[in-house]
Each structure stands twice: as C-alpha cells, then as structure tokens.
C-alpha cells in the first residue's frame, strides 16, 4: 500500500499568511494526487486535483504543485474561511490512501 | 445538481449491525464507482473501499474486510455499507463519495454504546 505523509499535522497562522502544507508518498505516484478541505461537521471538498489543477469556484489562492513522491498545497494569504483541515488522497493505486489531515488554526 | 443522501443517524448496541444508505441522484449511478471512507471522531479520513456500480463488485482495504460489505442496487440507484458485530470502535461518521464527480454524501454518524 502507498502510505502517505503529511506535515504538518497542525498550524497555527494569522489572517493574510502564507501556508504550505505537504504530502510525501511512499512511492512514486505521477501526479495522481487530490487536496481537499473540511471544515467541522461537514463532508471534505476538493480544492484540487491532479496535484495541481484547481476545482471550479476554488479561490485562486490556494495552488497545488509537486509530481511523483512529494506534493505541496499552498494558500498565498490565508482568509478567516480557510481554518480547516486539510488532506491529501493519492489516486494511483489500490487502495486509495488519505495523509493524516493538517488542521489550520487561527493563531 | 448531483446529490448523494445518506440515512441517518444510528445508534446502536455492541455486537448488532447497521446499513448505511447512500442514495444518489442527477447522474447515471452505473457509470461512477461509490467509494466509503470513515472518520471516527477527532480523527483523520479513512479510505474503506469502493464497489464498481456498474458490476456490484466490491473491493476492501485493509481493516474493513470480513465486517462490512458494500452493496448495491441500481433500480433505485443507492448504495449501501453494512457493518455487522458491531464494535465501540466503529463508531465513527461514514461517508460515500464518487471521486470523479466530486461529490459526497453528508456523512451518517454511527454510533455504537451500550
């Protein structure tokens, strides 16, 4: 199984800081790669896909860039709507295989 | 609009069983596979497995083999996750999902308490 490591497991930003998160896999897994966003009580949404195509109606500071084993998701100046917790999901082999989350907190 | 609704919530006793539905609409339910992924609470997302809806094939990861089973049935285009011999620790919110359409279901918490 591909595992996934994700770092880090919390931050603390402030409002209108930039934020980089990462994903490393255990193997290479082209760019077979999803960042998606939770917030509390509600079901993940996807940010992005193929490691760095952005979703329709994603703001565009949030970007994705990386390829084979390491991944990073950056928000270029954090807004109050993004304290969350994120998580990557690689989509190259069987089975499927989430980071451990990275909770965005206000500091 | 795509939607897939799932039941809702459930409570129930060590060592009893529970399905979970998850019903979808707005799409040909036979052409997207239905992944289940898990959340216990306070913790990260789990990826259980998926069922091909066009076959009723399942496929399982690792710790959900032997207990759960997906299911399906396309006259009213639902898939379902049951879970039998229930234990404390499958308490835990389940979600089903179609990757390649991104979207989720709202998630169904199952709680299990004596």
């Known amino acids: 199984d591909i595992q996934m490591t994700q770092s880090p497991s919390s931050l603390s930003a402030s409002v209108g800081d930039r934020v980089t998160i990462t994903c490393r896999a255990s193997q290479g897994i082209r760019n077979d790669l999803g960042w998606y966003q939770q917030k509390p009580g509600k079901a993940p949404k996807r940010l992005i896909s193929a490691a760095s195509s952005l979703q329709g109606g994603v703001p565009s500071r949030f970007s994705g860039s990386g390829s084979g084993t390491d991944f990073t998701l950056t928000i270029s100046s954090l807004q109050p709507e993004d304290f969350a917790t994120y998580y990557c999901?690689?989509?190259?082999?069987?089975?499927?295989?989430f980071g451990q989350g990275t909770k965005v907190e206000i500091k | 609009q795509v939607q897939l609704v799932q039941s809702g919530s459930e409570l129930k006793k060590p060592g009893a069983s529970v399905k979970v539905s998850c019903k979808a609409s707005e799409y040909t339910f036979a052409s997207y596979d239905m992944t289940w992924v898990r959340q216990a609470p306070g913790q990260g997302l789990e990826w259980m497995g998926w069922?091909?809806?066009?076959?009723?094939?399942?496929t399982y990861a690792q710790g959900f083999t032997g207990r759960f089973v997906f299911s399906w049935d396309t006259s009213v285009s639902t898939a379902y996750l049951q879970i039998s011999s229930l234990k404390a620790e499958d308490t835990a919110v389940y979600y089903c999902?179609?990757?390649?359409?991104?979207?989720w279901g709202q998630g169904t918490l199952v709680t299990v308490s004596s």
């Open positions: 999901l690689q989509n190259n082999s069987y089975p499927r295989t």
């Open positions: 999902f179609v990757r390649s359409l991104d979207h």
């Open positions: 069922i091909n809806t066009k076959t009723g094939h399942p």
